[in-house]
């Protein structure tokens, strides 16, 4: 009778084969990269609607997701053709940038697309930097390159001319690429998009570089790589709920895709085969018309422009629910409060170029639903948790040395720095090897952002660290007091900065815009900040500033610099 360990080992031995010590089982495995998304879609449904688009000569254009694929994939062998590999782009929110981005990749290059808003010089500098061998440039933005192009004579631009032609005289450059493009893979052996990289040859190699938008010094190059575009991808589809909705996504482009790469939402939409409704600019009544007529289901943008569209003329109930994906700057609990009541349902995340776009969410629980609705939409407000393809969000302690990494007690009231790990982090700065050190000193990624830790793990901002007022010993978070001015009937927008004060160092002076139709003094809401509001005693301004339009970056955040240069009397006339 055999043993029972030989029997065990025979029994083992029929699961496990006969030895194969040079056998590589590697079919379990493939490279990362969100370009795959395109073909994916277009093999599953060609005919879905891929494209909405009211184009500049005011057509409607709408394209399948079978003809978006076709024109990626021109462009990417126009690009192989002419063996490019750094791409930049000078374009609004058009079909033209959307099928740029798959295309970009697809040949194995690496896209940089530019902020139009920067100045010419900020322009010139983010495509000298990143080594662009070809611009994909709109019409509209050729004077922006004059700079560029004095200076790089000899780099070839593709002009887009966004009309609704693909062929004949209100063709341009753009759709000329394509089909030379087209034409170069049927001359070639018609390989398709099987000749082309759907998956990336190495996922962590550079697929994008996405500039920062240089406010107070040159603008940086982000590293973005296949494999984490992809898992950030993967993330927005979850956290933004794009596959939860009664039939196909229709996301409205609402939010630049030039920033941090529209937050990977090209990728996302396509990934669940939903409708891009492309825009060129923010144009609040348009927005409305097609939130109403085109049941719109989902779209991202800043505080500002939800407050904007909120107390836009057109604004009403909608009939069904819209996710508005909510974040570049810190939300009020006073703005969630008005998207609700309009049926714009927020999902609250919060992130930096350096991630991708958003790493964390504010999730909504189903406990809040029985608490006071002021402090439902306070937790609301709070940036939250990690992202499902992250690692928790952690707050550190800044006052330690450099690299010291020692977290914050999480009781709410002790203020630190987030910062972050994971799959979700940029590689690095291009070309900037301190700044990516100090970016990642002590093995996390800062943020530069000061928070609080609550009990809950929720993180919540308070402030970049040089716009704390520090007043009589106080810390001040210009975020919270912005929060507590615009619940004031009156006011529509809030920026807070310090200015210096004889007894207690500095105090908050608030600069504010109106809602239409209102008349409101600087002095009425001092009055109404000590009287009425509840604002603690030593954050009430010591002056309040009206004005007609506060300035703003691109994405919507408010420029605290040029607030500081308004305070020492270098307001622009």
């Not at 209100?170 to 034409?183: H, M, Q, R, S, W």
């Not at 994906?325 to 995340?349: C, G, I, K, R, Y």
């Not at 009430?540 to 240069?565: F, Y």
Request: proline fraction near 6%; glycine fraction near 8%.
């Amino acid at each position: 009778m055999s043993s029972v360990k030989s029997r065990l080992s025979g029994l083992l031995g029929h699961f496990n084969g006969p030895p194969s010590p040079n056998f590589e089982h590697r079919i379990n495995n493939h490279t990362l990269s969100p370009t795959f998304f395109l073909p994916r879609a277009a093999a599953i449904e060609p005919n879905a609607e891929a494209i909405y688009h009211v184009t500049a000569n005011n057509k409607i254009l709408r394209r399948t997701y079978g003809e978006a694929a076709d024109r990626a994939r021109g462009l990417a062998y126009y690009l192989k053709k002419h063996a490019y590999s750094r791409v930049g782009i000078v374009c609004p929110n058009t079909p033209a940038f959307l099928e740029s981005i798959f295309g970009i990749a697809a040949a194995g290059a690496v896209n940089v697309a530019v902020n139009y808003r920067l100045k010419a010089d900020d322009v010139a500098y983010i495509l000298g930097h990143a080594d662009a061998q070809v611009l994909i440039v709109d019409e509209e933005f050729l004077p922006l390159l004059e700079n560029y192009r004095s200076q790089y004579p000899h780099i070839p631009i593709i002009v887009d001319t966004d009309t609704d032609a693909t062929e004949g005289e209100l063709t341009g450059p753009f759709d000329d690429a394509i089909l030379e493009g087209l034409k170069h893979d049927l001359e070639t052996g018609s390989h398709g998009w099987e000749g082309l990289e759907m998956q990336a040859a190495d996922e962590e190699a550079t697929l994008a570089l996405a500039y920062t938008s240089g406010t107070t010094a040159r603008p940086k190059g982000v590293e973005f790589n296949h494999r984490g575009c992809y898992l950030a991808t993967l993330g927005n589809i979850i956290e933004s709920g794009l596959n939860y909705h009664k039939g196909r996504a229709r996301y409205l482009w609402t939010l630049p895709m030039f920033h941090a790469m529209g937050w990977t939402f090209p990728w996302a939409v396509t990934a669940v085969r939903g409708t891009h409704y492309c825009l060129r600019k923010i144009d609040y009544p348009e927005i409305w018309r097609l939130l109403k007529e085109e049941q719109v289901t989902h779209f991202n943008a800043a505080p500002t422009v939800n407050t904007l569209l909120c107390n836009a003329k057109e604004a009403e109930k909608l009939p069904e629910p819209v996710r508005v994906t909510v974040a570049a700057s810190p939300p009020t609990p006073h703005l969630f409060e008005q998207m609700t009541d309009l049926n714009l349902h927020p999902v609250h995340v919060y992130g930096m170029t350096e991630t991708y776009g958003p790493i964390t969410k504010g999730y909504q629980l189903p406990e809040w639903d029985t608490i006071d609705l002021k402090e439902k939409y306070k937790k609301m407000a709070r940036q939250g948790h990690g992202f499902i393809t992250s690692l928790p969000a952690r707050v550190i302690k800044t006052e330690v040395p450099e690299g010291t990494i020692t977290d914050v007690s999480r009781n709410g009231q002790e203020i630190g720095e987030i910062v972050f790990i994971g799959n979700i982090c940029a590689r690095g700065y291009y070309k900037d090897p301190e700044a990516t050190r100090k970016l990642f000193a002590g093995g996390v990624l800062h943020s530069g952002d000061l928070a609080v830790w609550h009990p809950d793990g929720a993180i919540q901002i308070l402030d970049r660290a040089k716009d704390i007022i520090i007043s009589g010993g106080e810390n001040i978070s210009s975020v919270a007091l912005e929060s507590m001015l615009v619940t004031h009937p009156g006011i529509l927008e809030a920026g807070v900065v310090s200015v210096p004060d004889s007894h207690w160092g500095e105090r908050p002076k608030a600069f504010i815009t109106v809602k239409e139709g209102t008349s409101l003094e600087g002095s009425e809401v001092i009055n109404w900040a000590r009287n009425v509001s509840g604002i603690s005693k030593f954050m009430i301004p010591r002056e309040v500033e009206v004005v007609t339009e506060l300035p703003k970056t691109s994405t919507g955040k408010i420029r605290k610099n040029i607030l500081r240069d308004w305070v020492k009397g270098q307001k622009e006339v």
